[in-house]
């Protein structure tokens, strides 16, 4: 009944409510222009997930048509659902339905509701639109959208203006990546021919014959450009600087676009050009190192932050690091699997602390304590997710972090795999610090005063819990690693057996991590200052985030800045001079004529006049008045002429 | 006979150097009165000299005419403008040196002219004697439409006359 | 006639006729320039009868022709004292040299 071309409609929906509220929201939807946005939502929902499900079962859809023709060549639009779409299309829609019902309830009330669904409903339809590309231009068109949505969300509060700060640090920063993602782009393009994945997939798989007219290095550098988007956008040390800031937005905003879908991008998008990362090795150390990198530091950094929303976001851009080491390893199932089960638990975290700061409009967890007494569906849920995270089984995280840890130690990246399950002891650490700090205890600030929130919020907590809870399973050895299987259909990687060792060592490494923050900061946690003391300067690099957004300021834009200056006192000086001295240069020129106008063309009629006037004054004596004088004249001529006609005779 | 055309003859010359002194005069003179008297007197001797020509309806129509009625109307014109106590005012003109010179140039001019032409003397003219019926006949036959044109002129200048020197009496 | 050979009467006349300008030019009174045409015309009207009287073919042509002068300059003085006689009172003056208004 739901062909494969009825995909089309899936990105539609979205884009339609996006219209809708953007044009009659703010003065005819008001407070129903969330039931728009929803309800978009959910049909795409209903469109998408039979699809799904028909590709679940082993097929592959795929259409285009042609956009435009230029000259012999053309520009073709169109679907590719495999199952690494499939799998990212299931989970976009359930989460951001279940989101967008939790911002119905969150919003309520803010003077730009019907705005605020308009701009996700943007971000809806260009994130589907993402998944379902067949092409790296559409890809890039929805990524650019994605962009531009994330920092209109961003800046959402735009009177504050650390917000609109953020925002416009959001775009710039990835905006950096972008420019190589456009780069690598156009280098695949000019090596390969083709930027269609299915055409990329067959020329880099195919027989050598084929693969021999290409020029490796330069698919290398495709490739190192194509990770620098993934580096922007999904936050990876360099450029992650940007996601924490990114927290000034509305917490709906931070769960949908900086957890669960648009951070994610940037792994997909190492998964769909995994290809290109296979044909080329020697990338692959790169891609892992910068994974690696990040998922300890930021993780490090979790460590000693205050802000809820910024121990969290710091949790994304760990939680993103491993998936990328994942893909380094050429572990595209256990990456992509990491991706779905993260996307449940850090929306279900994101929105439980969204919970927490609409209950009590603090966001400091040192002004917080004992919650789970006041809102236990927040608090409960909010646990789930931290277990799900921490890595406990049997809960979703757990199974999909072992699948990565188990990629790093049996391909041999030793040091890789110690630096993740010491980054997994922190993780659980830091996690369970928050969980602390927040619902048990007393409370530490008398004047915070709490309450559940509303059935409309709570009620997508728990749907997304068991999303937690149960997405485990697919991936796990129960099911006999079927979503992994199911992803080589498509792809073909490495598999391993599962290792008990593995499985051991994160387990541990969770339960420490736990412990060791319920022994903190239940009921010591003057323990927490004095450790604080003792390693002092770590503490104070933990604190202030390594001290990047410095670094940048003073050796990147500073430096920039200057630059522009200097280029814009050029254009203020010497263009504008130059017109300013071509306006000078007519003025002058028009003095001259004006002299020569005066002078010269005026002194020429003067001259003619007074020419006029001195003949006058020699000849105006003839006229006397005197009629003997006219007598005289006369008789004299008469003589001449007599003397004349006399003399020629 | 000889002593007496020569005495004519003498009597002529001296007529006419009379009349020319007396010209002289005319021009010369500062009291206007004496000017228009010499004027009379020129006017007489020309009238003389008609006499001697042989025209004597001429010479009497040149003393009515003349002396009579245009020296009184002078005379009246004198005595109606004259301002008794200018006698002293120079009565030439700034041009008369210029003028002096142009008359002196005419006179050699055209007396040399005059005096090379020859001029065909007619005899019988010499003789005939005009009468004043011949004259009559000559005015009314063959000229007599200058006559006509002379009547009218004649009216035509009354006319004209009597309207310049009409006093402005309007109010 | 022959007494006086034509010549000598034309010398005459023409010194006659040169004074009569001289006069006509010179004279500052307008009365004098009046008298002085009267002398030119007079000069014309001998020069006609001595022509009538010895080269003319009809003799009493220019006797006819001379009255006619003698008609006009009678005219002409008629007219000329009337124009004195309008110019005295409106301008008070006799003299031509103080009529000068048409002039520059």
């Known amino acids: 009944m739901v062909t494969a071309d009825w995909i089309y409609l899936v990105p539609l929906f979205p884009l339609m ?72 299309l299931s989970m976009v ?34 994130m589907l639109t993402l998944t379902i590309a067949n092409n790296f231009i559409l890809f890039f068109m929805a990524w650019e959208i994605m962009g531009l949505c994330s920092y209109l ?16 640090k959001a775009f710039l920063t990835t905006r950096v990546g972008d420019v190589g993602f456009l780069i690598g782009m156009l280098t695949l393009f000019a090596t390969l021919g083709t930027l269609d994945f299915s055409e990329i997939n067959s020329l880099l798989t195919g027989t050598s014959q084929a693969r021999l007219g290409i020029n490796t290095s330069l698919l290398a550098i495709s490739a190192l450009c194509i990770f620098c988007g993934t580096i922007g956008k999904s936050a990876q040390f360099p450029l992650h600087v940007w996601l924490p800031d990114a927290m000034e937005g509305p917490t709906p905003v931070s769960a949908l676009i900086h957890a669960a879908t648009m951070v994610a991008a940037g792994v997909f998008l190492i998964a769909r050009s995994f290809v290109i990362f296979m044909a080329v090795p020697g990338t692959m150390p790169v891609v892992t190192t910068i994974g690696c990198v990040t998922a300890f530091m930021a993780a490090f950094i979790a460590l000693t932050q205050t802000d809820i929303k910024r121990i969290l976001a710091y949790s994304t851009i760990s939680q993103l690091g491993y ?58 849920t909010f646990i789930i997710a931290s277990l799900a995270l921490a890595g406990v089984p049997p809960l979703s995280g757990f199974w999909s972090k072992d699948e990565i840890l188990l990629t790093a130690f049996a391909s041999g990246h030793s040091l890789v795999f110690w630096t993740l399950l010491l980054t997994a002891f922190m993780t659980a650490f830091y996690m369970f610090r928050l969980v602390f700090m927040t619902f048990f205890g007393k409370a530490r600030d008398p004047k915070v005063h709490a309450h559940e929130s509303p059935a409309l919020m709570t009620l997508p907590l728990w749907a997304l819990a068991v999303g937690a809870i149960l997405l485990g399973i697919p991936g796990s050895p129960m099911t006999h690693h079927w979503f992994q299987r199911f992803l080589a259909h498509a792809i073909h990687h490495p598999e391993y057996h599962p290792s008990t060792f593995v499985m051991t060592c994160s387990v541990v490494a969770a339960i420490s991590g736990i412990a060791l923050a319920g022994i903190i900061y239940s009921k010591n946690i003057r323990w927490a200052e004095a450790i604080a003391k003792t390693f002092r300067p770590l503490y104070q690099l933990s604190f202030n985030k390594f001290y990047f957004d410095e670094i940048y300021s003073k050796y990147i834009i500073r430096p920039f800045n200057a630059v522009g200056a200097i280029f814009f006192k050029f254009d203020a000086s010497i263009i504008d001079g130059a017109v300013n001295g071509a306006g000078t240069g007519s003025l002058w020129i028009g003095a001259v004529k004006n002299w020569i106008d005066q002078h010269i063309v005026d002194g020429l009629v003067n001259f003619m006049g007074t020419f006029t006037r001195l003949l006058n004054s020699i000849v105006k004596r003839l006229q006397t008045g005197f009629v003997q004088n006219y007598l005289l004249i006369a008789f004299l001529s008469f003589l001449v002429f007599i003397i004349w006609e006399l003399k020629l005779i | 006979m000889d002593l007496l055309q020569l005495a004519i003859k003498t009597g002529i010359y001296a007529l006419m150097a009379g009349t020319l002194v007396f010209a002289l005069g005319v021009v010369m003179l500062k009291n206007l009165f004496h000017a228009a008297l010499s004027l009379a007197a020129v006017l007489i001797g020309t009238a003389i000299l008609y006499l001697v020509f042989h025209a004597e ?115 | 006639m022959n007494l006086i050979p034509l010549n000598h009467i034309l010398i005459f006349s023409l010194a006659l006729f040169g004074i009569g300008i001289y006069g006509i030019l010179t004279r500052r009174n307008i009365i004098g320039i009046l008298i002085s045409i009267e002398l030119v015309l007079n000069a014309a009207n001998i020069n006609l009868i001595a022509f009538s009287k010895t080269t003319s073919l009809s003799p009493e042509t220019g006797l006819v022709f001379a009255l006619f002068v003698i008609a006009i300059a009678a005219i002409t003085v008629a007219v000329g004292l009337a124009i004195v006689l309008a110019l005295y009172r409106s301008r008070k003056t006799i003299f031509a040299d103080e009529v000068h208004l048409l002039k520059w």
């Open chain 1, 93 to 126: 829609t359930i989460v951001g339905t279940l989101i967008q019902i939790y911002a119905a309830g969150y919003m309520a009330g803010d003077p730009r509701f019907s705005r605020f669904f308009a701009y996700v409903s943007l971000f809806m339809f260009a």
């Open chain 1, 153 to 168: 969300l961003i800046g959402f509060y735009f009177e504050k203006t650390s917000a609109a700060k953020a925002g416009l």
């Open chain 1, 323 to 380: 998936m990328v080491t994942a893909l380094g390893m050429q572990g595209l199932g256990a990456g992509t699997f990491h991706l779905i089960t993260h996307a449940f638990f850090k929306a279900l975290l994101f929105l439980g602390a969204g919970s927490v700061i609409h209950g009590t409009h603090v966001q400091d967890i040192r002004q917080m304590g004992g919650l789970f007494k006041k809102m236990p569906h927040t608090a409960l």
């Open chain 1, 17 to 88: 409510a996006f219209v809708v509220n953007l044009l009659w929201g703010a003065r005819f939807l008001k407070n129903k222009a969330a039931w728009v946005s929803i309800v978009a939502s959910v049909a795409a929902c209903a469109v998408a997930l039979p699809i799904c499900v028909k590709v679940f079962g082993g097929a592959r859809f795929s259409n285009e048509f042609v956009w435009l023709t230029i000259g012999s060549g053309t520009l073709r639009f169109g679907y590719l659902v495999d199952p690494l779409s499939a799998s990212l």
């Open chain 2, 57 to 171: 309806f001429m010479a009497a129509v040149q003393i009515l005419l003349y002396v009579g009625a245009v020296i009184t109307v002078i005379i009246f014109a004198i005595m109606l403008t004259e301002h008794i106590a200018e006698r002293s005012i120079i009565q030439r003109n700034k041009q008369s040196l210029p003028a002096l010179l142009g008359v002196l140039a005419l006179l050699v001019l055209i007396g040399k002219v005059l005096l090379k032409t020859p001029w065909p003397v007619n005899p019988s003219t010499l003789d005939a004697r005009v009468s004043v019926s011949d004259l009559g006949v000559a005015l009314m036959g063959t000229y007599v439409f200058p006559f006509e044109v002379i009547s009218i002129l004649l009216v035509g200048a009354l006319i004209g006359a009597v309207v310049i020197a009409r006093k402005d009496s309007r109010p």
